[in-house]
């Protein structure tokens, strides 16, 4: 167990839905990352956050959108879901620049 | 193009076997990890290195700064040892995220 949690575990919607992700990072990490593991694209980086601001961002498009809370928590929002975006979403915590734990990921599957 | 490359894409061995999975990337990066992904989907990260070599049990990983390259090694497999491993570079410039190769699905048969 790493200490990382993500809900739900699994996500079935429509297309064209919008749907959240949550993730808690270990105790005391004040760095989140999400990345979407999808069959075509294997595992990409789409954006961190660091104690509430963002720091980095990859190859996330402009339908999806994060944040993180003051109390560190961290939600992936995807919008005008399309069948492309089926994939499994990983969060990761850390709390160095370079240990990242993560969590068990959240499979979603748009029909 | 993928800036991190692993080979090879797949590897089938027969318990007891040594594997060796290899990587390369092409920019400089802070540090290198190795993860396993099981078939149930979860990721554990086996080793973050940043230069010579680390031990863990029967897995072995060596990182050449120079040569751009890492291996991952497993000693005596076993049909536990059956998971994609990735390895995924860290890129000081892009706020410490994680680059990742394509995987390397292994199977050790007994």
């Known amino acids: 167990d790493s200490g990382v949690t993500q809900t739900p575990k699994h996500l079935i919607t429509a297309t064209g839905q919008r749907v959240t992700l949550r993730c808690s990072p270990r105790?005391?990490?004040?760095?989140v990352y999400w990345y979407q593991q999808s069959l075509d694209q294997g595992l990409q980086f789409l954006i961190q956050y660091y104690n509430g601001e963002e720091r980095a961002k990859g190859n996330i498009l402009e339908r999806f959108s994060a944040q993180q809370f003051p109390d560190l928590h961290s939600e992936l929002n995807l919008s005008s879901l399309e069948l492309g975006d089926s994939a499994l979403y990983f969060c990761?915590?850390?709390?160095?620049?370079?240990?990242?734990?993560f969590g068990p990921g959240t499979r979603l599957t748009v029909l | 193009k993928n800036e991190v490359e692993q080979s090879p894409q797949n590897l089938t061995a027969q318990e007891g076997e040594f594997i060796t999975i290899n990587c390369s990337y092409s920019?400089?990066?802070?540090?290198l990890h190795w993860l396993q992904q099981h078939p149930g989907g979860g990721i554990v990260s086996l080793f973050m290195?940043?230069?010579g070599k680390k031990k863990h049990g029967r897995l072995i990983a060596t990182i050449n700064i120079q040569e751009k390259h890492s291996s991952l090694h497993i000693t005596a497999s076993h049909p536990r040892d059956s998971a994609v491993y990735i390895c995924?570079?860290?890129?000081?410039?892009?706020?410490?995220?994680?680059?990742f190769g394509k995987g390397t699905s292994l199977l050790v048969t007994p």
């Open positions: 920019v400089g990066i802070s540090a």
């Open positions: 290195l940043s230069s």
């Open positions: 995924a570079a860290l890129n000081s410039n892009s706020g410490y995220a994680l680059n």
């Open positions: 990761a915590s850390s709390e160095t620049e370079y240990t990242q734990y």
């Open positions: 105790s005391g990490d004040l760095s």
